[in-house]
């Protein structure tokens, strides 16, 4: 019920000198691992079908739409000025479209692919990219679609220099193993090997880089990537059947992801499902969460502290430089950063 809102649980850690509370906006039997933020509301996706909102505002409001009986996992979600976009993981892949004014649903692409599993839509320069497991040929493709006077595009980005190695793929945690900035899209992999993808869009091609990430079993690598700019970016993930592990599990970059850095290894919380800079910190200051912490850094990445021992989160997104909201299994909460 909204009237949790104010029911806050008070944290006496604080850093900077500054404290925060923390309030439960959302309870529901649901897993969250998508959100988005729009109108004075937070937007997800879920388990069971589940799509919804609930209000950021004082006034009680919220609404919890079934976009289907067969209990579908949603794992994406992504906006324009018009609607929102989210697929379910596991075939057939089915695609939908939601009016923001109306709310009223409509199918617009099944993937029938035998190995359809995708793990984040994003969207950027009036274009939604998504990207799902390979196909057994290990073709990497990134689908790229668009709606234009209503008619929704379907594209898959393939070229035969950029193929997937045995056992790579990437992770549906929290729908941000894909970023954006300027004219660039990032995709980060993990399992067998852990890479980033860079697509160039006024050139239209994609460049492929190493990193120094944990990776070589299915359950290791990065889970997601944040860009400050076009050339800061960071890096998280881990293992996610060996939660305490914090060895190469952050790395950022200086220069647009080509080569990349292992940051607090060995000193950090563990594995991590979601991060996020701050805003308005200037790369400084970053987020990051996962199912057993929250974390923070105030210098660029390079240490971290454990702020909130607050488990099952997922997703994680800034509302303003003091707000943030974060989403995970059963639940949604909100972090506000206090005066000093």
Not at 28 to 44: M, T
Not at 217 to 246: H, L, M
Not at 274 to 293: L, M, N, W, Y
Request: glycine share 6%; aromatic share 14%.
């Amino acid at each position: 019920m909204k009237k949790l809102a104010f029911l806050l649980v008070l944290i006496s850690t604080s850093f900077h000198s500054q404290n925060f509370k923390i309030d439960t906006l959302l309870t529901d039997k649901i897993s969250i691992r998508a959100i988005q933020l729009w109108d004075g509301k937070v937007w997800y996706s879920g388990t069971d079908s589940k799509f919804g909102f609930v209000s950021l505002k004082d006034k009680p409001d919220k609404k919890q739409l079934l976009l289907s009986d067969k209990k579908l996992q949603f794992r994406t979600l992504a906006q324009n000025k018009k609607a929102f976009y989210l697929a379910n993981i596991e075939s057939p892949a089915i695609f939908f479209r939601i009016d923001k004014k109306t709310l009223d649903q409509e199918i617009v692409k099944i993937d029938s692919a035998k190995n359809a599993f995708y793990d984040a839509i994003h969207f950027h320069k009036d274009m939604f990219y998504a990207f799902s497991d390979p196909e057994d040929d290990l073709e990497f493709k990134m689908p790229r679609f668009a709606e234009k006077n209503g008619n929704f595009s379907f594209n898959v980005q393939t070229s035969d220099d950029f193929v997937l190695k045995k056992g790579e793929a990437a992770f549906a945690a929290s729908n941000t193993n894909i970023a954006s900035v300027d004219n660039f899209v990032w995709l980060a992999t993990g399992g067998m090997s852990s890479r980033i993808f860079k697509l160039d869009l006024k050139a239209d091609n994609y460049e492929i880089y190493e990193t120094p990430f944990t990776q070589g079993t299915s359950s290791q690598g990065i889970y997601s990537i944040d860009f400050y700019d076009k050339n800061f970016g960071i890096a998280v993930g881990g293992d996610y059947t060996k939660q305490a592990d914090n060895t190469n599990n952050i790395a950022t970059t200086n220069d647009g992801g080509q080569t990349w850095q292992i940051q607090a290894s060995g000193k950090n919380a563990g594995y991590m499902t979601c991060v996020k800079f701050r805003p308005s910190t200037k790369g400084k200051e970053i987020v990051a969460v996962g199912d057993q912490h929250i974390s923070f850094s105030s210098d660029y990445g390079k240490t971290w502290t454990k702020i909130s021992d607050e488990k099952n989160l997922y997703a994680c997104e800034w509302v303003d430089k003091n707000t943030l909201i974060l989403a995970g299994k059963d639940k949604i909460i909100r972090l506000q950063f206090l005066d000093k």
